[in-house]
């Protein structure tokens, strides 16, 4: 079973705008992962942000973690034709640092 | 330094077929994972191992599904009497130390079990 759901499942914006993803979960974590996956490929890895951390950046992207809502949000900034692909974020669930759990993802497409 | 590689990139196999997948971890990484990813949603773990240690194997479906990495390093996902269910993009994943770090994930093998 998964463990969160990102919000929107789909979006479509012209290249140099903004897109916000957002993720909710439902157990205590360590930490929430956001991965990238092109069509056909593997995951690959965007940024990390711990439970006792709120906001971190990491070049055009912004995550914010809000562990009383159990939410967070991935914002991509001045997006381009190349940022077209599926966001997921993932989650440790608080256990052991073992498996990650993930999202169905959100499915961008940037026009350009 | 080199990723996270998995082979075949692709497999076809027949119902009842046996397969076997391999996964070669970056260098040095401790844990490695092994998740599966249906058409159009996310990845779900499969199983996990610290070295050679499988320490958590509690995703793996059916009792048709095995893993191993006997050295510590390089691991294969075996599936015994493929089934059509089986059919899905397997994703291995290595990190330094659990899942409290990045993991690094390969390319995946495709399986296609007709």
């Known amino acids: 079973s998964q463990q969160g759901e990102e919000d929107p499942q789909a979006l479509s914006i012209q290249e140099g705008e903004n897109a916000t993803m957002n993720c909710s979960y439902k157990?205590?974590?360590?930490?929430l992962q956001w991965y990238r996956q092109n069509s056909g490929r593997g995951l690959v890895h965007l940024i990390l942000?711990?439970?006792?951390?709120r906001e971190k950046h990491s070049g055009r992207l912004r995550v914010t973690l809000d562990t009383s809502k159990k939410s967070s949000s991935l914002l991509i900034t001045a997006s381009r034709a190349a940022d077209t692909a599926s966001y997921f974020c993932?989650?440790?669930?608080?256990?052991?640092?073992?498996?990650?759990?993930f999202g169905g993802g959100t499915r961008l497409m940037v026009k350009p | 330094g080199a990723g996270v590689s998995q082979s075949p990139r692709y497999k076809v196999a027949k119902r009842g077929q046996d397969v076997a997948l391999r996964c070669d971890p970056i260098?040095?990484?401790?844990?490695l994972f092994w998740y599966q990813q249906a058409l159009g949603q996310g990845p779900e773990f499969l199983t996990y191992?610290?070295?050679?240690?499988?320490?958590?194997k509690s995703g793996l479906p059916s009792d048709r599904f095995f893993a191993e990495r006997p050295e510590g390093s390089v691991s294969t996902l075996k599936i015994q009497r493929t089934q059509q269910e089986d059919s899905a993009v397997y994703l291995c994943?290595?990190?330094?130390?659990?899942?409290?770090?990045?993991?690094?994930f390969g390319p995946g093998t495709r399986l296609t079990v007709t």
């Open positions: 994943a290595s990190s330094r130390q659990g899942g409290r770090y990045e993991q690094y």
């Open positions: 157990t205590s974590i360590n930490n």
């Open positions: 942000i711990r439970s006792n951390e």
């Open positions: 993932a989650t440790d669930e608080g256990n052991a640092g073992n498996m990650l759990t």
């Open positions: 260098s040095g990484h401790v844990s």
């Open positions: 191992f610290q070295n050679e240690a499988q320490l958590d």
